[in-house]
């Protein structure tokens, strides 16, 4: 058994700061401020958490006023997962958008004004940016959260989106290390596995996270997620090999390592999640992402008392304990230097970037436009000629289910945009059940805008948009997934992403005028 040379309070205070749970409601609960004054250090964010930047700032002031340097995170990697503006759509395109570009500047300007917003509401870890090689074209989870299927192209703009996120004075959290973009698997659902060798995984799934460590990327989250090649037995999250091994030792990461949602059922079903808990800081893990779904304090009394109990029953090495939660509190640390700095070059302060939605800063030299407008124009890609529409349209949009990274609260389509433009445009949504004549006889004569995600992953969506290009050819289809299959309609228009910006630019394109 393991010698305890701290005292039973400073256990329970090392456990409880490598924790970073999640909460309902829009203030926080006293059970929460409690456990700050206790020793939890940090506390994660998410959509069902906000509802304004007035609401937001006041919840982390509030949360401040308990601990000056609590780490506040969110899940806000712009684009398709976004918990700012999570009622209304991204003001800015996510990743593959940016990745299409290939502008390395660009990205980096977006991440700074996004990390700009963040920092103006009190948020300082943003559990971002996705990192993923998106390989596999049929992956169900990441998709349009990855830069690309190119690893040099993911790792320069993984490098650039860190940079400018951390020029904000917001610790970016570079994930799914070592590489999620391999699966058919959604980690949230079951344990994927990827089945490639060793040389393959370092020249592809590793390459954006060296450029990640290279570019000073404060955090790195890991990935519920097998590699035979490098751990057979045990996910990397769990795994020394990888953790320790791997991201600590080989690639001279000496940040703090975060689990992604140990209540995903790659981990709650198969370990549970206090099993999970200990295994990951056993493994090299430094704080202990939870409260997606689990988002009470029983939850955090549980996880607490499994790693104090691991420790004092020799499973868990106090030291590597005190170590983890030394790692947080020095994250802690710099984000409230960054937050006191001072004079030229400084990150942005606290309540002095715009707000949600606002089209004040973030503007790219000359263009007076809103950076994230400007990245979702100029990702958009359109195949075949634009007769613009004079006339109310009707849009038919093609929901496949949303995955729970992304979640089915953020609207997203052209719809919206296209009746500011057109008054009287029709809309109507469809799935796998609806035919091709539904939609035909709900259009009646007005010209079709039928708008897809992913469609190369969902064959009923294909079959129903064949059917309707089948009697009216003149039907313009826009794609706002991962634009791999043939391009289809008159005209096909790419938008790389559904962010609200996304659909925006698109409308434009449609009408030939701006929203």
Known sequence: MTTLTHSSDTLTRDALAVLQPGFRGTTAPDWLLRRIGEGLTSVGLFGRNITSPAQLAALTAQLRAERDD???????????????????????????????????????????????????????????????????????????????????????????????????????????????????????????????????????????????????????????????????????????????????????????????????????????????????????????????????????????????????????????????????????????????????GAAVQEGTAPGIGSTGGGTVAGSGTDIGLVAARRALRVTGTIEPLQEAPYVASFAPVANIAVGDETPWGVAAELSALLPGTGTGTYGGENTAAEVLAAAGERRIVAVVRDIHRHPWMAAVLDGILAARPDTAVVEMGVNHAEPTGSPHIATYGAARVCGRAAAEALTGREA
Not at 133 to 138: K, L, R
Not at 280 to 300: R, S
Not at 312 to 334: F, S
């Open 70 to 344: 609590v780490l506040v995170a969110i899940d806000e990697e712009g684009g398709d997962v976004t918990r700012l503006e999570v009622r209304d759509g991204s003001s800015f395109p996510g990743n593959y958008a940016l990745g299409s570009v290939d502008d390395v500047d660009l990205t980096r300007a977006v991440a700074r004004e996004l990390g700009g917003r963040l920092a103006a509401c009190g948020v300082n870890l943003n559990w971002a940016p996705s990192a993923d090689v998106n390989s596999d074209v049929n992956n169900p989870v990441i998709g349009v959260r990855s830069f690309g299927a190119d690893p040099a192209l993911v790792s320069r703009h993984t490098a650039a989106y860190v940079e400018g996120l951390q020029s904000a004075g917001v610790a970016a959290c570079t994930k799914h290390f070592p590489g999620h973009g391999d699966t058919a698997v959604d980690s949230h659902h079951a344990l994927p596995r990827i089945d490639v060798d060793f040389d393959t995984l370092h020249a592809r799934e590793l390459a954006p996270f060296r450029s990640a460590i290279a570019a000073g990327s404060k955090s790195v989250m890991s990935a519920h997620i097998l590699l035979s090649a490098l751990d057979p037995n045990r996910p990397a999250t769990l795994s020394p090999q990888i953790v320790t091994g791997l991201l600590r030792e080989e690639l001279g990461f000496d940040g703090l390592i975060v689990t992604d949602g140990i209540e995903m059922q790659a981990i709650a079903s198969t370990y549970g999640i206090e099993r999970g808990s200990v295994l990951a800081i056993a493994a090299g893990v430094d704080a202990i992402c939870v409260g997606g779904g689990l988002a009470d304090e029983g939850t955090v009394l549980r996880l607490r008392d499994a790693l104090v109990d691991a420790v004092r029953e020799g499973e868990l090495p106090e030291e590597r304990l005190a170590d983890a939660a030394a790692r947080v509190r020095a994250l802690a640390d710099w984000t409230l230097r960054v937050r006191g700095a001072s004079g030229p």
